[in-house]
């Protein structure tokens, strides 16, 4: 796993590099206006990494500042607070500066070609930019001490949570809308260097990442003596924030700590009213086992902030994958694709789409039961009765999603209403195959020790899931295939062909219905008896 996505990440920086190298290029095209334009695309991108690496570091330091359950005996014990400070301060660079890493220095290394930079621009690179994810953490870390101070950790953290991903909702919204791929175009080049060139600059001769871009194209240049005094101003800023702030934690940490760990108070809501009411005929209980752990699945996912905030991502993933649809409404048009092959591509991508929700919530779900998971085993319930109820939870949101994307992504391409409904029956069938799969598949090999759903989805089990799921994407719409092809041509010509018979296609059909049912009666039963024969 390791292996495989170090290749990954390594493939996404070489990509980020040759697609930034070409735009620098064509910057070259411009001739009075090269070095300016490339600048003024790195000073963006630089300020775009800075405050993303500050708000990342931010919300990292409630967690190793104050949330993190070593802290209780490490506060106990007479270790400085200054040290403390500092060993936190690089457990959160740890965690949160590697996207500057890993995202920004493919781009700044792009403009080494065009510059003409020397082979020793691109090792000393990483030096340059260094201090700068250092001063981001310590300016986390300080925001995050002032903050505690006065706040609890635990509802400011979920706080910062829920604004970052708004913020990045709006963000890749509002850059999906702008429709970047028009400037790949000859007339949108030249929109694009307007559009750059009419930036204001302003002399941020105070900003690091001013200190960042004269050191580095003054390495571009190869003159050594001006990058001196940017490069070792950033490293001085950064070793003086580090010491402002172990300052800032002899003074507030041991007062921000204690409030942090104030427990969070229980809003019952209406129905811890109903269990409190003097009047038992008010009570109200779930009708069966089932119900009962669906109810609790809500709540705990409703009490969860990095769970329910998930559903705003795939709010904006809807929105985008409808917008971006209208696109094949052009290959539809010039015939370069049928009405038949548009359906069948919409129904690949949205299963592929389901198939990724699953890996992220079911899959995970029976695991996140963590190791409480003995309540459930010495319960007076089945192991069954568990995944029953994982079904129920995720079924109807996944099967909604699914629908979405798929009648909206026909309507948006004008497909004829039979399309619809074989739509709306291939969606209900895949949909059931894929939840029952994952839930199956989760419970055979759970990891009650990991806590984090991304951590679960990204295992072997994990991965081993979405191929199979896709799999089984592919087999049914080879299934289906058939069958739609020569409605279609019923319908157009009122007639099948001669090897197409009545009875051969709903054969296919109902074979497409029952291996779906199947492979989710198969998992969910694998998945029980794996559960059962685990010792309590």
């Not at 204001?200 to 001013?210: A, D, F, G, K, L």
């Not at 008010?282 to 409703?302: E, G, H, M």
């Not at 391409?413 to 894929?434: H, K, N, R, Y």
Request: charged share 10%; glycine share 8%.
């Amino acid at each position: 796993r390791l292996l495989f996505f170090a290749a990954l990440g390594t493939l996404f920086m070489m990509g980020a590099f040759w697609g930034a190298h070409w735009l620098f290029q064509r910057f070259l095209e411009v001739e009075f206006l090269a070095q300016l334009l490339t600048r003024r695309v790195l000073d963006i991108t630089l300020l775009f990494f800075t405050g993303l690496l500050l708000f990342s570091n931010l919300i990292s330091g409630f967690s190793t500042l104050y949330l993190s359950q070593d802290l209780q005996l490490l506060v106990s014990t007479p270790i400085p607070l200054s040290r403390l400070y500092l060993a936190r301060l690089g457990h959160t660079w740890m965690q949160a500066s590697w996207m500057m890493l890993v995202f920004a220095l493919p781009i700044l290394a792009g403009c080494g070609p065009s510059l003409g930079a020397k082979w020793w621009f691109y090792p000393l690179l990483p030096l340059v930019v260094l201090p700068l994810t250092v001063l981001c953490s310590s300016f986390g870390t300080w925001g995050t001490m002032l903050i505690a101070r006065w706040l609890p950790a635990q509802r400011m953290r979920d706080l910062m949570v829920l604004l970052a991903l708004l913020g990045f909702l709006v963000l890749y919204v509002a850059f999906r809308f702008a429709e970047p791929e028009r400037f790949l175009e000859p007339d949108g080049f030249q929109d694009l260097v307007s559009l750059i060139g009419g930036l204001e600059q302003s002399n941020r001769v105070w900003m690091p990442t001013t200190w960042v871009l004269d050191g580095l194209f003054a390495l571009v240049s190869g003159d050594f003596a001006a990058a001196i005094l940017p490069v070792s101003t950033t490293y001085l800023g950064a070793g003086a924030s580090c010491w402002v702030g172990t300052i800032l934690a002899r003074r507030l940490f041991l007062r921000s700590f204690s409030l942090a760990q104030e427990g969070r108070r229980e809003d019952m809501g209406v129905a811890g009213a109903l269990l409190k009411s003097k009047n038992p005929e008010n009570t109200r209980y779930p009708a069966s086992v089932v119900s009962a752990l669906v109810y609790r699945d809500n709540r705990v996912f409703l009490r969860t902030t990095s769970q329910w905030t998930q559903l705003l991502l795939v709010a904006a993933l809807v929105v985008v994958y409808l917008f971006n649809f209208k696109h094949f409404k052009t290959l539809q048009d010039t015939n370069i694709i049928s009405e038949l092959g548009i359906l069948i591509l919409n129904l690949a991508l949205c299963g592929m789409v389901v198939t990724t929700l699953a890996a992220r919530f079911l899959y995970p779900s029976v695991s996140l039961e963590g190791r409480a998971f003995w309540a459930i085993q010495v319960a007076p319930m089945s192991n069954r009765s568990l995944l029953e109820a994982k079904v129920r939870w995720g079924f109807i949101p996944l099967l909604s999603v699914n629908l979405i994307l798929t009648l909206g992504s026909n309507w948006i391409t004008g497909l004829p209403t039979w399309m619809f409904l074989v739509s709306t029956v291939f969606a209900i069938m895949s949909t059931w195959g894929i939840v029952g799969m994952g839930i199956g598949m989760g419970a055979m090999d759970p990891k009650f020790h990991l806590d984090n759903p991304t951590q679960i989805s990204g295992t072997i089990g994990g991965v081993l899931f979405m191929l199979l799921a896709l799999a089984l994407l592919v087999v049914l719409l080879l299934l289906v295939g058939w069958p739609m092809s020569a409605l279609r041509n019923y319908i157009a010509s009122g007639y099948i062909p001669r090897p197409i018979r009545l009875g051969q296609m709903f054969t296919l059909l109902i074979a497409a219905m029952g291996l779906a049912a199947f492979v989710h009666a198969f998992a969910i039963r694998a998945g029980a008896n794996g559960l059962d024969r685990r010792e309590p």
